[in-house]
């Protein structure tokens, strides 16, 4: 039988994927999750995402939602400790959505889309301690 058991009290990881086709975006997101302590890889798509997921233990990726949501769904089953945040343009994230997974509107402001993460994060207390 095939379980997936933590040890009690396993710190979690301080890695983190970001995977978007836009290099700016990319490295604009890299750069807010480095400045809160994360190691971070990129990538240009999800898949490849996934397979960076694989050679590190990863505690967070964010992803374009566009064309991401099979690598989101394998994440959740391949690396159950990972959370997942899918990026979207502003103008997509409705209020009362019934996404599968949480989204980050992409602000254009910075200091805006940097207090959208952060409240984010801080509803994952583990992964933020």
């Not at 990881?13 to 995977?19: F, G, M, Q, Y």
């Not at 200091?111 to 933020?128: K, M, Y």
């Amino acid at each position: 039988m095939f379980t997936i058991d933590l040890p009690p009290n396993t710190p979690p990881p301080r890695h983190a994927v970001v995977a978007d086709a836009d290099p700016a975006q990319r490295m604009a997101l890299a750069g807010l999750l480095r400045r809160r302590g994360f190691t971070v890889a990129v990538a240009a798509d999800a898949m490849t995402a996934l397979t960076l997921m694989g050679e590190q233990d990863t505690a967070l990726a964010l992803m374009a939602r566009d064309g991401a949501e099979q690598a989101a769904a394998l994440a959740v089953v391949l690396y159950p400790r990972t959370r997942i945040l899918l990026t979207v343009p502003v103008a997509a994230a409705l209020p009362g959505g019934d996404a599968p997974f949480p989204l980050l509107p992409l602000d254009p402001d910075p200091d805006a889309l940097a207090d959208r993460l952060d409240r984010w994060l801080s509803r994952l207390i583990p992964l933020a301690a």
